[in-house]
């Protein structure tokens, strides 16, 4: 097509314009960099680069793009999975005079303009993520009437097209779709850190086979690896504690849940240092200021979850260090190589914990649904001939929301489609679910546990540590080099671990109350859907820890479910959480009395517990509440509908309200929160002007 023609490339421009993006005018291109631009401006075919972060893959695609837009040609098109993590790119772009839109979750308010300006060839590079390609809107409207146009595809972190990224961002799985509708001459550059040779020869059947693919050193000579093994939670945060005050410049700890991030960076706080909390449930509009406070050493870590990942660019970062195990290789190397680019000597240490088998078994057990979850949905599919919202999916299959969403959003995946999207509602196609979507899912189950194995040896290794990530990697060790630095202490103070271990067993956690009916309302209570009456719900609540932490989580778990009873230490850690709690309620009334919520199954355990610590406060327990009959357990109800109909007619008030004054209503543990919104109900009603809702243990995260 005329957009794609060959013209010759001119050197002294390119490097006007790498001068220009980095601001200095001595720079030079590294090896590789210039090659990459000349293929793609001479349109040579395509090509893979894999060069390690800090490389300069960026320069490669924004250089090429504003040579090809100054001869005249069209935009290019970039697919990235965390575009928002590319702002200091962008910036570079800018300067050397490269015109940057990006359409993605963050700037929503910027989508038409961009979009017009793209069309109207005002844009010389758009940046989307791969979710666009899943949007029928920006298909028909943006993509179908510029494809003709663009002169370049660019498919940033290319490795996620692999197994890889499945369950990182799914859609990557439709960028093969669109590479089929290109020309064949469009010129198309995939780039990414990490890809091994199984990574290559995936992308290789998706990009084509007479792909050119230029690999570069993997050995990371300014970073210092090392692995230690902690023996416990308590012990890890002693050690980044006294770390972190020897250790110079900034850096990253990663974690791998968003509750240890906040968790981690609310004991490092307490212990003085300046840190702050990145996941991906951080504000939107807070996270370029924390990305800049990292970037100009104003704080002197983010402890973060992998949503501070691809895309994100540190150069002088001097540590990076991991509380807990990532998943893969893969996923280690591209974290852990943030450290040290552009500077002499760096750290890369990973903490061994106790916990992390627990959790990347939770991970690999829910990148994919079972088959009993598809036929749920599909059988509720099935009985719906208008097709059904996510919402209305959730009143007819006992699965929760987010497991739902990710079933239904891999089964449109597929190709066909057993179910697709009409509006807001899903409906069943003619397709049938290939067993082929069976076969991927039991092969990347097995390879997702085959990367965990390998990470755990890795973590038992006292040497050879960059050796070992480079041949996991499918790169060259001969040029390995380690740093002059000396390894981090591998011990912990004993009295900041008992600091440790105090803070885990001070904190404790909100229970806030529901304010609406499930969907349907409870029909056996005669209660309708809809906001529940603010005169007849739950004040906010308190839980004393998280089920099985290392705070008073193990001693909850071993009283219920070892000794039958739970021990004095919980009552009195209970009592003090109660009386600091009762103090921030002023002016409104403490509670004046006790409660509990009652179980067929032990019935026993909690008034046992409730009414030592209605002693311990002071305070005089009645036991008000029935459970009229047995039903499952609520952790076997796996969405909010489920859990709301099984609590449904099962309590009941007995005899007449000892006092009207607030109470305390106590369980052992909670989940869903519907259990203690129907009491709470149930006790309003009958007079009790307010209920308080207390729970030793949040089971909500043990899924």
Same mark, same amino acid.
């Given at each position: 097509m005329p957009e794609n023609h060959t013209f010759a490339y001119d050197a002294s421009r390119a490097l006007a314009l790498l001068r220009l993006a980095v601001n200095n005018p001595a720079a030079t291109f590294r090896d590789g960099?210039?090659? =990459?631009?000349?293929? +793609?401006?001479?349109?040579?075919?395509?090509? *893979?680069?894999?060069?390690?972060?800090?490389?300069?893959?960026?320069? /490669?695609y924004f250089i090429a793009a504003k040579l090809l837009r100054e001869a005249g040609l069209g935009p290019a098109l970039l697919v990235s999975p965390l575009l928002a993590l590319m702002r200091n790119q962008i910036e570079a772009a800018s300067r050397m005079g490269v015109r940057a839109d990006r359409i993605t979750s963050d700037n929503r308010a910027d989508w038409v303009a961009a979009q017009r300006r793209f069309l109207g060839g005002e844009t010389?590079?758009?940046?989307?993520?791969?979710?666009? +390609?899943?949007?029928?809107? @920006?298909k028909q409207r943006v993509l179908a009437p510029i494809s003709p146009r663009i002169s370049m595809l660019v498919v940033d972190e290319a490795h996620c097209i692999s197994d890889w990224g499945h369950d990182f961002r799914p859609q990557y799985r439709l960028i093969e779709r669109l590479i089929r509708t290109l020309p064949r001459n469009m010129r198309l550059l995939a %780039?990414?850190? %990490? =890809?091994?040779?199984?990574?290559?020869?995936?992308?290789?059947?998706?990009?084509?086979a007479?792909?050119?693919?230029?690999?570069?050193?993997?050995?990371?000579?300014?970073? @210092?690896?090392?692995?230690? =093994?902690?023996?416990?939670?308590?012990?890890?945060?002693?050690? &980044?504690?006294?770390? &972190?005050?020897? *250790?110079?410049?900034?850096?990253?700890?990663?974690?791998? %849940?968003?509750?240890?991030? $906040?968790?981690?960076?609310?004991? &490092?706080?307490?212990?003085?240092?300046? $840190?702050?909390a990145y996941t991906g449930s951080t504000d939107p509009e807070r996270r370029p200021a924390l990305e800049s406070a990292l970037l100009e050493n104003r704080v002197?870590?983010?402890v973060a979850t992998s949503a501070l990942g691809m895309g994100f660019d540190k150069p002088d970062l001097a540590f990076v260090i991991h509380y807990q195990a990532p998943g893969s290789v893969v996923a280690y190397y591209q974290q852990v190589g943030r450290a040290g680019r552009a500077v002499a000597s760096a750290y890369g240490v990973l903490l061994g914990s106790a916990e992390e088998d627990r959790i990347h078994d939770y991970f690999i057990r829910n990148a994919f649904p079972s088959r009993e979850e598809v036929a749920h949905v599909i059988n509720a599919l099935a009985g719906a001939p208008g097709g059904l919202s996510l919402r209305e999916m959730q009143a007819g299959v006992n699965t929760s929301a987010g497991r739902i969403e990710k079933a239904v959003q891999l089964l449109a995946l597929e190709n066909p489609a057993p179910i697709a999207k009409e509006g807001a509602r899903w409906k069943l196609t003619a397709s049938d679910l290939p067993e082929s979507f069976w076969r991927r899912a039991d092969r990347l189950t097995a390879l997702r546990r085959a990367e965990h194995a390998q990470m755990k040896t890795y973590l038992a290794l006292k040497s050879g540590h960059m050796e070992f990530l480079i041949t996991a990697l499918d790169g060259d060790v001969s040029r390995v080099r380690t740093p002059p630095l000396a390894p981090l202490p591998e011990s912990c103070d004993p009295a900041g671990a008992e600091a440790a271990r105090a803070f885990l067993r001070r904190t404790s956690l909100k229970i806030e109350p529901r304010v609406q009916w499930p969907s349907g309302g409870l029909p056996k209570f005669g209660v309708e859907q809809g906001s529940i009456p603010e005169n007849l719900r739950a004040g906010t609540g308190r839980i004393l820890c998280v089920w099985g932490d290392a705070g008073w989580g193990g001693l909850v778990r071993r009283g219920k479910y070892a000794d039958g009873r739970f021990g004095d230490e919980l009552v009195e850690a209970s009592a003090a959480l109660a009386r600091a709690w009762f103090a921030t309620l002023a002016p409104a009334p403490a509670p004046t009395w006790v409660a509990c919520i009652p179980s067929l199954r032990h019935p026993r355990l909690v008034p046992d517990f409730a009414s030592r610590l209605a002693s311990a406060l002071g305070l005089a327990f009645h036991d008000v509440l029935q459970k009229t009959d047995a039903r499952p357990e609520q952790k076997t109800m796996s969405n909010s509908v489920f859990q709301a109909r099984n609590i449904d007619g099962s309590l009941a @008030?007995?005899?007449?309200?000892?006092?009207?004054?607030?109470? &305390?209503?106590?369980?052992?543990? /909670?989940d869903s929160r519907w259990t203690f919104t129907v009491a709470a109900w149930l006790m309003r009603t009958h007079g009790c002007n307010s209920v308080y809702p207390f729970a030793l243990a949040d089971s909500s995260h043990d899924k």
């Open positions: 960099q210039e090659e =990459a631009i000349r293929h +793609l401006v001479e349109n040579r075919g395509r090509l *893979l680069v894999v060069q390690k972060t800090g490389w300069g893959k960026s320069f /490669v010389d590079i758009m940046l989307i993520s791969p979710e666009r +390609l899943d949007n029928d809107e @920006f %780039t990414t850190a %990490t =890809a091994n040779n199984r990574v290559v020869d995936d992308l290789k059947s998706v990009l084509g007479n792909l050119s693919i230029t690999r570069g050193d993997l050995s990371r000579p300014s970073l @210092f690896l090392q692995t230690i =093994a902690m023996p416990s939670q308590a012990a890890r945060m002693a050690w &980044l504690d006294a770390r &972190l005050r020897e *250790l110079a410049g900034s850096g990253i700890i990663y974690v791998l %849940t968003i509750r240890d991030a $906040v968790q981690l960076a609310e004991w &490092l706080q307490s212990r003085g240092h300046d $840190v702050a002197k870590a983010l @008030f007995a005899g007449k309200l000892p006092r009207r004054g607030p109470v &305390l209503l106590v369980d052992d543990i /909670v």
